[in-house]
Protein backbone atom coordinates (compact mmCIF):
# COMPACT_ATOMS: atom_id res chain seq x y z
CA UNK A 1 0.00 0.00 0.00
CA UNK A 2 1.28 3.76 -1.09
CA UNK A 3 0.06 7.01 -0.99
CA UNK A 4 -1.22 9.01 -4.12
CA UNK A 5 1.45 11.77 -5.66
CA UNK A 6 -0.05 15.25 -6.97
CA UNK A 7 2.08 17.86 -8.25
CA UNK A 8 0.22 21.15 -9.49
CA UNK A 9 2.62 23.05 -12.23
CA UNK A 10 2.02 26.53 -13.83
CA UNK A 11 3.05 29.83 -14.46
CA UNK A 12 3.60 32.84 -12.00
CA UNK A 13 0.32 33.97 -10.37
CA UNK A 14 -1.34 30.71 -12.17
CA UNK A 15 -2.86 30.07 -8.40
CA UNK A 16 -1.63 26.67 -7.37
CA UNK A 17 -1.20 27.73 -3.79
CA UNK A 18 -5.06 28.45 -3.69
CA UNK A 19 -5.82 25.71 -5.65
CA UNK A 20 -3.60 23.37 -3.19
CA UNK A 21 -5.06 24.53 -0.55
CA UNK A 22 -8.51 24.02 -1.71
CA UNK A 23 -7.85 21.06 -2.81
CA UNK A 24 -6.32 19.58 0.18
CA UNK A 25 -9.10 20.81 2.18
CA UNK A 26 -11.56 19.11 0.09
CA UNK A 27 -9.72 15.71 0.19
CA UNK A 28 -9.30 16.03 4.02
CA UNK A 29 -13.51 16.09 3.80
CA UNK A 30 -13.38 12.72 1.97
CA UNK A 31 -11.11 11.19 4.64
CA UNK A 32 -7.90 11.44 2.78
CA UNK A 33 -4.51 11.89 4.44
CA UNK A 34 -3.31 15.35 3.00
CA UNK A 35 0.11 16.40 3.15
CA UNK A 36 1.14 20.17 1.41
CA UNK A 37 4.44 20.51 0.19
CA UNK A 38 6.25 22.61 -2.51
CA UNK A 39 9.71 23.31 -4.46
CA UNK A 40 12.44 24.75 -4.29
CA UNK A 41 12.08 23.99 -0.70
CA UNK A 42 10.06 21.69 1.13
CA UNK A 43 12.75 20.36 3.56
CA UNK A 44 15.26 21.92 5.65
CA UNK A 45 17.80 21.42 2.98
CA UNK A 46 15.43 22.37 0.21
CA UNK A 47 14.38 25.51 2.17
CA UNK A 48 18.09 26.61 2.38
CA UNK A 49 18.20 26.34 -1.14
CA UNK A 50 15.20 28.26 -1.71
CA UNK A 51 16.48 30.96 -0.66
CA UNK A 52 19.79 31.32 -2.40
CA UNK A 53 17.77 30.56 -5.76
CA UNK A 54 14.80 32.94 -5.88
CA UNK A 55 17.32 35.48 -4.40
CA UNK A 56 18.84 35.71 -7.45
CA UNK A 57 22.41 34.70 -5.98
CA UNK A 58 21.73 31.74 -8.26
CA UNK A 59 21.76 33.82 -11.21
CA UNK A 60 25.59 34.20 -11.05
CA UNK A 61 25.92 30.82 -11.66
CA UNK A 62 25.67 29.27 -16.14
CA UNK A 63 22.56 26.79 -15.78
CA UNK A 64 24.21 23.22 -15.80
CA UNK A 65 25.23 24.62 -12.10
CA UNK A 66 22.70 26.14 -10.78
CA UNK A 67 20.47 22.87 -11.91
CA UNK A 68 22.59 21.77 -9.81
CA UNK A 69 20.73 23.69 -6.42
CA UNK A 70 17.63 22.25 -8.05
CA UNK A 71 18.49 18.85 -7.69
CA UNK A 72 20.14 18.80 -4.49
CA UNK A 73 17.01 20.72 -3.17
CA UNK A 74 14.77 17.78 -4.59
CA UNK A 75 16.68 14.86 -3.78
CA UNK A 76 16.53 15.99 0.20
CA UNK A 77 12.97 16.95 -0.53
CA UNK A 78 11.95 13.47 -1.86
CA UNK A 79 13.91 11.45 0.73
CA UNK A 80 13.02 12.65 3.73
CA UNK A 81 9.79 14.52 2.78
CA UNK A 82 7.83 12.95 -0.16
CA UNK A 83 8.80 9.22 0.83
CA UNK A 84 7.80 9.45 3.79
CA UNK A 85 4.74 10.43 3.54
CA UNK A 86 3.78 8.28 0.78
CA UNK A 87 4.66 5.11 2.38
CA UNK A 88 2.42 5.91 5.30
CA UNK A 89 -0.70 6.24 2.94
CA UNK A 90 -1.04 10.01 2.46
CA UNK A 91 -1.58 12.02 -0.09
CA UNK A 92 1.19 14.38 -1.32
CA UNK A 93 0.40 17.73 -2.79
CA UNK A 94 3.21 19.20 -4.24
CA UNK A 95 3.82 23.22 -5.63
CA UNK A 96 6.04 22.60 -8.64
CA UNK A 97 7.99 19.14 -8.89
CA UNK A 98 10.55 17.91 -11.68
CA UNK A 99 8.13 20.04 -14.90
CA UNK A 100 9.32 23.29 -13.78
CA UNK A 101 12.87 22.56 -13.97
CA UNK A 102 12.10 21.01 -17.30
CA UNK A 103 11.13 24.17 -18.09
CA UNK A 104 12.73 26.75 -16.30
CA UNK A 105 16.40 25.76 -16.15
CA UNK A 106 16.03 23.97 -19.68
CA UNK A 107 14.55 27.05 -21.76
CA UNK A 108 17.63 29.16 -19.49
CA UNK A 109 20.17 26.79 -21.58
CA UNK A 110 20.86 23.92 -19.43
CA UNK A 111 21.54 21.09 -21.38
CA UNK A 112 18.52 18.69 -21.90
CA UNK A 113 20.43 15.34 -21.13
CA UNK A 114 21.56 16.84 -17.90
CA UNK A 115 18.75 17.76 -16.64
CA UNK A 116 17.14 14.21 -17.56
CA UNK A 117 20.22 12.11 -15.40
CA UNK A 118 19.49 14.46 -12.46
CA UNK A 119 16.02 14.20 -12.56
CA UNK A 120 16.72 10.34 -12.41
CA UNK A 121 19.43 10.79 -9.66
CA UNK A 122 17.42 13.13 -7.28
CA UNK A 123 14.05 11.57 -8.04
CA UNK A 124 13.97 7.90 -9.10
CA UNK A 125 11.01 6.28 -9.49
CA UNK A 126 8.92 8.87 -7.19
CA UNK A 127 6.65 10.64 -10.16
CA UNK A 128 3.71 12.29 -9.11
CA UNK A 129 0.77 9.77 -9.73
CA UNK A 130 -1.56 13.41 -11.19
CA UNK A 131 -0.18 16.52 -12.30
CA UNK A 132 -2.17 19.53 -12.41
CA UNK A 133 -1.65 22.06 -14.71
CA UNK A 134 -2.88 25.38 -14.35
CA UNK A 135 -2.71 27.46 -17.31
CA UNK A 136 -3.47 30.78 -18.38
CA UNK A 137 -2.21 33.88 -20.62
CA UNK A 138 1.43 35.19 -19.18
CA UNK A 139 0.31 38.64 -19.37
CA UNK A 140 -2.59 37.53 -16.91
CA UNK A 141 -0.77 35.41 -14.42
CA UNK A 142 2.10 38.43 -14.13
CA UNK A 143 -0.65 40.68 -13.56
CA UNK A 144 -2.18 38.21 -10.34
CA UNK A 145 1.31 37.79 -9.57
CA UNK A 146 1.69 41.59 -9.04
CA UNK A 147 -1.27 42.39 -7.37
CA UNK A 148 -0.88 39.58 -4.82
CA UNK A 149 2.67 41.06 -4.02
CA UNK A 150 2.03 44.28 -3.02
CA UNK A 151 4.80 46.40 -2.97
CA UNK A 152 7.32 43.57 -2.15
CA UNK A 153 10.12 43.38 -4.82
CA UNK A 154 9.45 40.46 -7.45
CA UNK A 155 11.74 37.37 -6.85
CA UNK A 156 14.32 36.49 -10.01
CA UNK A 157 11.76 34.61 -12.09
CA UNK A 158 8.79 36.65 -11.63
CA UNK A 159 11.10 40.16 -12.58
CA UNK A 160 11.81 38.64 -16.38
CA UNK A 161 10.21 39.27 -19.68
CA UNK A 162 6.54 38.51 -20.52
CA UNK A 163 8.61 36.82 -23.73
CA UNK A 164 10.13 34.71 -21.30
CA UNK A 165 6.76 33.74 -19.18
CA UNK A 166 5.12 33.15 -22.64
CA UNK A 167 7.37 30.76 -23.85
CA UNK A 168 7.55 28.58 -20.75
CA UNK A 169 3.74 28.77 -20.75
CA UNK A 170 4.04 26.74 -23.97
CA UNK A 171 6.94 24.32 -23.18
CA UNK A 172 4.28 23.22 -19.81
CA UNK A 173 1.75 22.62 -22.46
CA UNK A 174 3.95 20.63 -24.43
CA UNK A 175 5.33 18.77 -21.40
CA UNK A 176 1.56 17.99 -20.44
CA UNK A 177 0.49 16.85 -24.15
CA UNK A 178 3.71 14.09 -24.59
CA UNK A 179 2.08 12.93 -21.09
CA UNK A 180 -1.87 12.68 -20.88
CA UNK A 181 -1.33 9.96 -18.46
CA UNK A 182 0.05 11.90 -15.84
CA UNK A 183 -0.76 15.60 -16.75
CA UNK A 184 -4.14 17.10 -17.26
CA UNK A 185 -4.58 20.43 -18.35
CA UNK A 186 -6.91 22.98 -16.51
CA UNK A 187 -7.70 26.78 -17.56
CA UNK A 188 -6.51 28.96 -14.85
CA UNK A 189 -8.22 31.62 -16.25
CA UNK A 190 -11.51 31.55 -14.37
CA UNK A 191 -13.05 32.01 -11.70
CA UNK A 192 -11.30 30.01 -8.18
CA UNK A 193 -14.34 28.22 -7.65
CA UNK A 194 -15.06 26.66 -11.04
CA UNK A 195 -11.16 25.77 -11.03
CA UNK A 196 -11.64 23.89 -7.58
CA UNK A 197 -14.23 21.99 -8.84
CA UNK A 198 -12.47 20.77 -11.72
CA UNK A 199 -9.48 19.93 -9.85
CA UNK A 200 -11.14 18.18 -7.08
CA UNK A 201 -13.12 16.30 -9.21
CA UNK A 202 -10.09 15.21 -11.42
CA UNK A 203 -8.15 14.14 -8.04
CA UNK A 204 -11.03 12.19 -6.41
CA UNK A 205 -11.64 10.40 -9.89
CA UNK A 206 -8.48 8.80 -9.39
CA UNK A 207 -8.31 8.88 -5.46
CA UNK A 208 -11.20 6.80 -5.42
CA UNK A 209 -9.92 4.54 -7.94
CA UNK A 210 -7.03 4.06 -6.37
CA UNK A 211 -9.01 2.87 -3.25
CA UNK A 212 -11.21 0.51 -4.56
CA UNK A 213 -8.14 -1.59 -5.64
CA UNK A 214 -7.06 -1.31 -2.03
CA UNK A 215 -3.85 0.42 -2.66
CA UNK A 216 -4.98 3.30 -0.06
CA UNK A 217 -6.16 3.03 3.31
CA UNK A 218 -9.63 3.44 3.41
CA UNK A 219 -11.50 6.75 4.69
CA UNK A 220 -11.05 8.31 7.81
CA UNK A 221 -12.00 11.60 9.37
CA UNK A 222 -8.71 12.88 8.84
CA UNK A 223 -7.77 16.46 9.42
CA UNK A 224 -5.27 18.09 6.64
CA UNK A 225 -1.48 17.67 7.99
CA UNK A 226 -0.04 21.21 7.34
CA UNK A 227 2.83 21.42 5.34
CA UNK A 228 5.24 24.45 4.92
CA UNK A 229 4.37 25.28 1.58
Known amino acids: MSG ?11 GKSTQIARLAER ?4 GYDTFT ?7 PGG ?22 LFAAARADHVTSVIR ?8 VICDRFQDSTRVYQGLAGADRRLVAALEHLAIGATQPDLTVLLDLPAATGLARADQRRGGAVADRFESEALAVHEARR ?15 IVDGDRP ?5 RE ?31
Open 37 to 43: TREPGGS
Open 192 to 196: IDDVA
Open 84 to 91: PALARGSV
Open 27 to 30: LAEK
Open 199 to 229: VAFLALDRLDGRRREGRLPPAEPAATVPGPA
Open 4 to 14: FFISFEGGEGS
Open 47 to 68: EALRHVILSGAARLLAPDLEIL
Open 170 to 184: QRFLEIARSEPQRCV
